[in-house]
T-cell receptor, first 115, second 116 residues
Framework: AQTVTQSQPEMSVQEAETVTLSCTYD???????LFWYKQPPSRQMILVIR??????QNATENRFSVNFQKAAKSFSLKISDSQLGDTAMYFC????????????FGDGTTLTVKP | GAVVSQHPSRVICKSGTSVKIECRSL??????MFWYRQFPKQSLMLMAT?????????EQGVEKDKFLINHASLTLSTLTVTSAHPEDSSFYIC????????????FGDGTRLSIL
C-alpha cells in the first residue's frame, strides 16, 4: 500500500516571499506520478503541478516548482513570490501507473499568505 | 480545460431523508469518476470508484447500500446517500479521471451535506 505524508499541517508566509511545502511518500512501485493539488477556501481542488517518477528533471509551472528526490521518496513544493491568492490547503498526491486515476492523498498543508 | 460540475452545492435535510448528488463532466467524457468524503481541514477519503456502465468499486469500510453510486453515462455519476443520519453530514467531492499523462483528476466544487 502507498502512503503520503505531509508533516506540516499549517504554514504561513509573507507576500512575495518563498515557501516550501514538504511531502514524503512510501511505495514499492517504480513507476508512478506525483501531484500537488490546491484547495482554496472556495473549496474546488485544482491541479498545481505534476511529476512523472522516471523524469529526473524537476517540474516547474510558473511560480511553482518541485524538488523531487526519488531515492529519498520526497516531493516538496516550492512557491516563489507568494501571492494572497495562494492561500489554500495543499495536498500532495501519489498515483501508480497500474492504478491510473486513483490517487492517494496526504493530509494536506494549510498555507496562509500574509499581506 | 476539463470542467466537472457537482450539484447541489449545499443540502440541509432531516434525518431519514435520501439525498442525491450529481457529478457531471461538462466538456469531456469520463469513463471513471471518484467519490470522496472530506472532514474539515482533513484529507480526502476515497469512498468509491465509479465506472461507466458497471458497478462501482467501494473502498473498505464504505457501506455500498448506504452510498449508492450510479454511472449510467460517460458524463454523469450520481451518489445517493440513503436514509441519511447526522453522522453522514460531511463534504462530498467528486472527481473525474482526466486525460493526458498522469491522468490528473478534475474535481467538482463539492457538496456540503448537513443532516439535522
Amino acid at each position: 500500500a502507498q502512503t503520503v505524508t505531509q508533516s506540516q499541517p499549517e504554514m504561513s508566509v509573507q507576500e512575495a516571499e518563498t515557501v516550501t511545502l514538504s511531502c514524503t511518500y512510501d511505495t514499492s512501485e517504480n513507476n508512478y506520478y506525483l501531484f500537488w493539488y490546491k484547495q482554496p477556501p472556495s473549496r474546488q481542488m485544482i491541479l498545481v503541478i505534476r511529476q512523472e517518477a522516471y523524469k529526473q528533471q524537476n517540474a516547474t509551472e510558473n511560480r511553482f516548482s518541485v524538488n523531487f528526490q526519488k531515492a529519498a521518496k520526497s516531493f516538496s513544493l516550492k512557491i516563489s513570490d507568494s501571492q494572497l491568492g495562494d492561500t489554500a490547503m495543499y495536498f500532495c498526491a501519489f498515483m501508480t501507473y497500474t492504478n491510473a486515476g486513483k490517487s492517494t492523498f496526504g493530509d494536506g498543508t494549510t498555507l496562509t499568505v500574509k499581506p | 480545460g476539463a470542467v466537472v460540475s457537482q450539484h447541489p452545492s449545499r443540502v440541509i435535510c432531516k434525518s431519514g431523508t435520501s439525498v442525491k448528488i450529481e457529478c457531471r463532466s461538462l466538456d469531456f467524457q469520463a469513463t471513471t469518476m471518484f467519490w470522496y468524503r472530506q472532514f474539515p481541514k482533513q484529507s480526502l477519503m476515497l469512498m468509491a470508484t465509479s465506472n461507466e456502465g458497471s458497478k462501482a468499486t467501494y473502498e473498505q469500510g464504505v457501506e455500498k447500500d448506504k452510498f449508492l453510486i450510479n454511472h449510467a453515462s460517460l458524463t454523469l455519476s450520481t451518489l445517493t446517500v440513503t436514509s441519511a443520519h447526522p453522522e453522514d453530514s460531511s463534504f462530498y467531492i467528486c472527481s473525474a479521471e482526466g486525460e493526458g499523462w498522469g491522468k490528473p483528476q478534475h474535481f467538482g466544487d463539492g457538496t456540503r451535506l448537513s443532516i439535522l
